[in-house]
T-cell receptor
Framework: KQEVTQIPAALSVPEGENLVLNCSFTDSAIYNLQWFRQDPGKGLTSLLLIQSSQREQTSGRLNASLDKSSGRSTLYIAASQPGDSATYLCAVTGGGNKLTFGTGTQLKVEL | DAGITQSPRHKVTETGTPVTLRCHQTENHRYMYWYRQDPGHGLRLIHY???????DKGEVSDGYSVSRSKTEDFLLTLESATSSQTSVYFC???????????FGQGTRLTVV
């Protein structure tokens, strides 16, 4: 059974800092990995999708990397802003096109 | 934003009553999913559909059933609601295998 772990569970940083969120998974037989953002009381917003054959994807200040063989992904956020405060979730897609989620990292960016 | 509408957005129901949640999409995507989100457990898959009338169970399917009679609609039914089914329910869609998934805004269900 696929297990997805996100560390740390919570993170507080000052505005402007660069930061890294971590995601690890136990079964490397994945099709892709997706990073999401969730604001309190809201749905999930897709940030980045990395296919299993790719090493990284970039969107604006966000950069996600994938090391499938070691079962790890990182989400790098450059020059963090208070508006980046949210919970960040990673999910891997396995057989049946089903996503398995980590429990998330709650990020707070302080002024 | 992907065209996904969940209804109702909030519901309070009594133990033992049947409840149906609806997910409607305007994207003509093949795959549709129902997840529940609970503190300490993250999002867990309940059921999913890979086409009209084609559905399968997820990780936490006991006590739930689904139906998909049209591409755009995926219904989740709690046959006899229990307090353990108090949760936030999310619908998701994806166009095909190995494609990006998009989520609805969620339905907060409270069973009293």
């Amino acid at each position: 059974k696929q297990e997805v772990t996100q560390i740390p569970a919570a993170l507080s940083v000052p505005e402007g800092e660069n930061l890294v969120l971590n995601c690890s998974f136990t079964d490397s037989a994945i099709y892709n990995l997706q990073w999401f953002r969730q604001d309190p009381g809201k749905g999930l917003t897709s940030l980045l999708l990395i296919q299993s054959s790719q090493r990284e994807q970039t969107s604006g200040r966000l950069n996600a990397s994938l090391d499938k063989s070691s079962g790890r992904s990182t989400l790098y956020i450059a020059a963090s802003q208070p508006g980046d405060s949210a919970t960040y979730l990673c999910a891997v897609t396995g057989g049946g096109n089903k996503l398995t989620f980590g429990t998330g990292t709650q990020l707070k960016v302080e002024l | 934003d992907a065209g996904i509408t969940q209804s109702p957005r909030h519901k309070v129901t009594e133990t033992g009553t049947p409840v149906t949640l609806r997910c409607h999409q305007t994207e003509n995507h093949r795959y549709m999913y129902w997840y529940r989100q609970d503190p300490g457990h993250g999002l867990r898959l309940i059921h999913y559909s890979y086409g009209v009338k084609d559905t399968d169970k997820g990780e936490v399917s006991d006590g739930y059933s689904v139906s998909r009679s049209k591409t755009e609609d995926f219904l989740l039914t709690l046959e006899s609601a229990t307090s353990s089914q108090t949760s936030v329910y999310f619908c998701a869609i994806s166009a095909g295998e190995n494609t990006e998934a998009f989520f609805g805004q969620g339905t907060r269900l409270t069973v009293v």
